[in-house]
């Protein structure tokens, strides 16, 4: 078989269909701007492929114009002969997918996987009216690894940092205990601290200087850092300027150097950098002392309970799932970026079938409309534009009289599709008394809402003509 298929920035749609109906041997041609190849973004892809048997090979084109994705296409057909063709029509814009459709020919198929179901659909291009949908179950599945390298992305080189695999489709559930249980007074505290920490910080962070001495310590700290960074900077423009080839003093040097903005950008950027991670510190010593009590572990604790619940409900409905595997407290970087350098940190990573990542977000106090999008944004720079973040917060009715849980009733009102953990046997209905006036409200349980959730990536007859 010979697969064609339009290579993009996010080249992972264009792998499970691939990978379904192809087998060792087969050919697969990409069809790439210089853009693309130049930024290295098909080079994961390629690697994917030709680790499992895939003879591949990259066509550049030099625009994105519909006749020369059309010609090229063609002359990659007719370069080989003898083999079936099969036209991968998930990445780039649908135009696109027209033209190598129609380079193709009436004696080929065409393969389209780019829906949220974890499926292909394939037609013949002779008689398009019959479609059949074809379940992913290749072996073995897209691995995290794979699916963040073709978002030029790789989680932590730390095997800490890295997240901990907590089920997959071959071994089941692993290296995840069950949490323990614990009273109503305990959930209470933890909870109810969280929500009076973090009101603390808000007031902090909004406040326009820190309001203790303490800030002055720190920034003395930073005083030696940002003076050698001010002197690199110096000397180097007066390296420049031919003023000086020797080390300098900081005095005469800003008396001499002939300064421009492009200069001071990074120095200023330092500035700002240290003198935020500052403030930072001192708003959260502030309002530890605040609150007046060490911090109870809550947010490791809420994510284990609900990574305990998502790999149960797994264990229970494993074929509805279409899921690869499941990961926890994953960190991701740039590929080019220094191992430090995290870009994301994601809690609860499921990794779909079709190559589509979730993102379980855990929260136990509310956060910034602000924060949510830039969680969303780079969840999808790093996987694909088809990731989802999904919010998850607790259910407990037990508590719906407390400040805590109607803060994040509000917080999860306001985010279309979360998720509220519940727990065994706890009453569905409450008084929701974030609104006016109160009003009794139910949360289904949480297995309920997975079936939901998981509705969306699976069907009822696959391999049934559409």
Sequence with gaps: QHFIAIATEQPIANLPPILQLGRRADLVTFLATQKVVGAGRVRPAVKILRRRGFEVRVEELVSEDFAEIATKARAAIASQSGYDIIAVVNGGKKPWALAVVGACGTNARVAYGESPQSEVS???TRDPSRAQRIAYDFTPPLALHEVLACGNSVAEDDPDAQGKLIWDSTNGRMNLDRPALESDDKIDEKFRFAHEFHLKMRTLEDSPYPSTNAAMALQQKSVG????H???????????????QSDVTITPALAEADFTEQDLVPFVGAVRALLERARNKVATR?????????????????????????VSYIEGSPNKCALASVWWGVKVRHVEAKPSQTDAEWDILLVHRNGVITCLECKTVAATKKDMDARRAMLSLRTSNLARLVLVIPGYTAFADQEW???????????????RLTRLGEEPRFLDRSVSPPTEAIIAPFDRQLDQFFDQYVWENPSAPS
């Design 405 to 419: 849980f109607k803060n994040l009733t509000v917080f999860g009102s306001k985010h279309p599709g979360a998720l």
């Design 225 to 228: 850092k940002l003076r050698e």
């Design 286 to 310: 502030e309002a530890k002392m605040a609150v007046g009590k060490p911090a109870p572990p809550i947010g490791h604790d809420f994510e284990h309970r609900v990574a305990d619940a998502v």
């Design 230 to 244: 001010l002197r690199r900077t110096v000397n180097g423009v007066l390296r420049r300027n031919r003023a000086s």
């Design 122 to 124: 394939v037609w013949s």
